[in-house]
């Protein structure tokens, strides 16, 4: 595997994989890598003849009371698990080299709508940060594919809208949500749970799979629903950001016609704040 921090040294193994007309996977990831990443890796491994994962820690997508500073950084040990693997590249770009005009100059992509709602809601300017920074290294990677995270589920409709308005010649692949065997999805931000708050956490998954349970039964009062949620989980002690059944395609309230929605919820135990969703197929 190389290990690539500069951009032009990348854009040079690029046009040779084009040469040799190699189909280009890619992984975006901010590092302190787990299964739920190695599990994209899986899939861009068996969709492609090659796989870029790139390990950014972008600052325009952290607010500004966020934990830009104290978010986990293993680079040694995600670079020796990527190799094993058998990732071609591993690109961990510098913030002076991605923000070369600062952060204050640079241009962005701002996805309008999706972004603005649910986690956008709570994290005012999240989704363009997320937006610029993936729009910037799809530019420098030229992917034929890219592979990301059910778990962050407005984040991939924010990414599939950008790549669609924007005529990017890509196809984004989304990759169900791994879970560890008590069903918390796995994310980076699980490791500042307490012991006692990491034995709570799971019970954000169950109440999502009990509100899921009410909708099979046929349940259609869903803000009912959810307010029936939002108090058992406040009972069990989470502080709730916000518990939301939308149409699984565009986020917006489900309508009479909505086939499928899901269900996204956000919850603080402590300082940390976790995300999960599930789908629902209506019948
Ligand atoms: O999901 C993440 O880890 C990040 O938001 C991403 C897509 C790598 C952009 O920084």
Sequence with gaps: ????????????????????????????????????????VKEAKMKADVVVVS??????QFGPDEDLEAYPRTLEND????SEMGVDVLFTPQVKDI??????????????????????????????????????????VQPNMAFFGEKDFQQLQVIKAMVTDLSMNLTVHGVSTTREDDG????SRNQYLTAEQRTLAPTLYQR?????????????DFSRVTSECCEQLAQAGFSLDYIEIRSADTLLQPGHEETKVVILAAAFLGRTRLIDNLQVTLN
Aim: glycine share 8%; net charge positive; hydrophobic share 40%.
């Design 99 to 140: 923000y070369s005009r600062g952060l204050e100059q640079q241009t962005f992509v701002e996805v309008p709508g999706i972004s603005y709602m649910i986690c956008g809601a709570s994290r005012p300017g999240h989704f363009r940060g997320v937006a610029t920074i993936v729009c910037k290294l799809f530019n420098m």
């Design 184 to 187: 918390l999805a796995m994310s």
């Design 1 to 40: 595997m190389r290990v690539i921090s500069n951009i032009a040294s990348l854009r040079d193994v690029r046009r040779s994989w084009q040469a040799e007309y190699k189909v280009i996977a890619f992984v975006p990831t901010m590092g302190n890598l787990h299964q739920g990443h190695l599990n994209l």
């Design 55 to 60: 390990i950014f820690v972008n600052p325009l």
């Design 79 to 82: 670079r020796k698990v990527l």
């Design 208 to 220: 999502l799979q009990e509100m899921r349970d009410k909708i099979n039964s046929g349940r259609r």
